[in-house]
């Protein structure tokens, strides 16, 4: 087996368990974070990943590729200020719809279907904005993904959980699109750097509404350590992913360098193998439906929404 696709299916394995690990921290009854709150503190989590900066000077021995750097970011003007802000209020309410629609539905329904949302509107607003050009496959791939959504959607959803996922899909969807012309505008570096302090600066900026502020406050306090050590050991996981998926790109011949993402959706096929294997045993933590009804149209919706995913980035 190739190192690449050995850690392309490592990294979607570890995905698989971060999405299980966020629905059992908005949802159980032993953990006191709920939705906000651990968005609000996901938010100010993702302030860490400018650590990388600080090696900026490392060179990298591939071409075209390096380690961000403070010497590479520019200043903010009022478009790349309006375009950071913008990623960043995307990124916030995506993961509060996301992590919302995990309190009340199982992780292997709406992750495959927030996927679905995002890859369809990415494509639809890059389409539309940067005039990029459609797969060969487009179409066919859209179909599985649109059938499999409304599978699960209208069998699996009520109507609160199915608008929190539609909106967390558009939502990550506007995300890299206006992630997208950030980069274009200014440079990766300072596109990456500044999108990230703007997440911070629309979290922090909710502790000004009352509501909000006393709901983090109020949960944070009530938090044990366990409960911190779950989300940052969380967000570690969901950071080592990322970096393997960026090894793997790195690693894969150019001519299959589309490979990587299109098997994105092994992810969701872990999370249904999880589902049907483990669901009856924990169901009570984790909140996995495993009666028959559930198993058939786990089996019959993420299958589709795998290949349309698979058919779409290939």
């Given at each position: 087996?190739?190192?690449?696709?050995?850690?392309?299916?490592?990294?979607?394995?570890?995905?698989?368990?971060?999405?299980?690990?966020?629905?059992?921290?908005?949802?159980?009854?032993?953990?006191v974070?709920?939705?906000?709150?651990?968005?609000?503190?996901?938010?100010?989590?993702?302030?860490?990943?400018?650590?990388?900066?600080?090696?900026?000077?490392?060179?990298?021995?591939?071409?075209?590729?390096?380690?961000?750097?403070?010497?590479?970011?520019?200043?903010?003007?009022?478009?790349?200020?309006?375009?950071?802000?913008?990623?960043?209020?995307?990124?916030?309410?995506?993961?509060?719809?996301?992590?919302?629609?995990?309190?009340h539905a199982?992780?292997?329904?709406?992750?495959?279907?927030?996927?679905?949302?995002?890859?369809?509107?990415?494509?639809?607003?890059?389409?539309?904005?940067?005039?990029?050009?459609l797969?060969?496959?487009?179409?066919?791939?859209m179909?599985?993904?649109?059938?499999?959504?409304?599978?699960?959607?209208?069998?699996?959803?009520?109507?609160?959980?199915?608008?929190?996922?539609?909106?967390?899909?558009?939502?990550?969807?506007?995300?890299?699109?206006?992630?997208?012309?950030?980069?274009?505008?200014?440079?990766?570096?300072?596109?990456?750097?500044?999108?990230?302090?703007?997440?911070?600066?629309?979290a922090?900026?909710?502790?000004?509404?009352?509501?909000?502020?006393?709901?983090?406050?109020?949960?944070?306090?009530?938090?044990?350590?366990?409960?911190?050590?779950?989300?940052?050991?969380?967000?570690i996981?969901?950071?080592l992913?990322?970096?393997?998926?960026?090894?793997?790109?790195?690693?894969?011949?150019?001519?299959?360098i589309?490979?990587?993402?299109?098997?994105?959706?092994?992810?969701?096929?872990?999370?249904?193998?999880?589902?049907?294997c483990?669901?009856?045993?924990?169901?009570k933590?984790?909140?996995?439906?495993?009666?028959?009804?559930?198993?058939?149209?786990?089996?019959v919706s993420?299958?589709?929404?795998?290949?349309?995913?698979?058919?779409?980035?290939?």
């Open positions: 087996m190739s190192l690449w696709l050995l850690l392309v299916i490592i990294a979607q394995f570890i995905l698989a368990a971060v999405a299980l690990i966020d629905k059992y921290i908005v949802s159980s009854k032993t953990v974070l709920r939705p906000f709150t651990y968005t609000f503190w996901i938010s100010i989590l993702s302030s860490g990943s400018v650590l990388v900066f600080l090696f900026g000077w490392v060179p990298l021995p591939v071409d075209g590729i390096h380690i961000p750097s403070f010497a590479n970011i520019q200043g903010l003007t009022i478009t790349t200020f309006a375009l950071a802000l913008t990623a960043g209020y995307t990124f916030f309410t995506a993961l509060l719809s996301m992590f919302t629609a995990l309190k199982d992780a292997s329904d709406v992750v495959p279907v927030v996927g679905a949302m995002n890859a369809l509107f990415t494509f639809v607003l890059g389409y539309y904005f940067f005039e990029a050009t797969p060969r496959n487009f179409f066919i791939g179909l599985l993904l649109v059938i499999g959504t409304v599978l699960t959607s209208s069998l699996r959803f009520n109507r609160q959980t199915m608008l929190s996922v539609f909106h967390a899909g558009i939502m990550f969807g506007l995300h890299y699109v206006v992630l997208k012309q950030l980069f274009l505008e200014t440079n990766f570096d300072t596109g990456f750097f500044w999108s990230r302090m703007a997440i911070v600066f629309i922090l900026s909710m502790l000004l509404i009352p509501y909000y502020y006393n709901k983090v406050m109020v949960r944070t306090r009530r938090a044990k350590k366990r409960d911190g050590a779950l989300l940052i050991g969380n967000k996981l969901g950071g992913a990322s970096i393997m998926m960026l090894m793997a790109v790195n690693l894969v011949d150019k001519s299959l589309s490979l990587p993402q299109a098997l994105g959706g092994l992810q969701y096929l872990f999370l249904l193998s999880f589902s049907v483990c669901g009856r045993y924990i169901a933590d984790w909140g996995e439906n495993v009666s028959t009804r559930d198993i058939i149209q786990k089996a993420i299958p589709l929404i795998v290949l349309g995913f698979f058919l779409l980035f290939l």
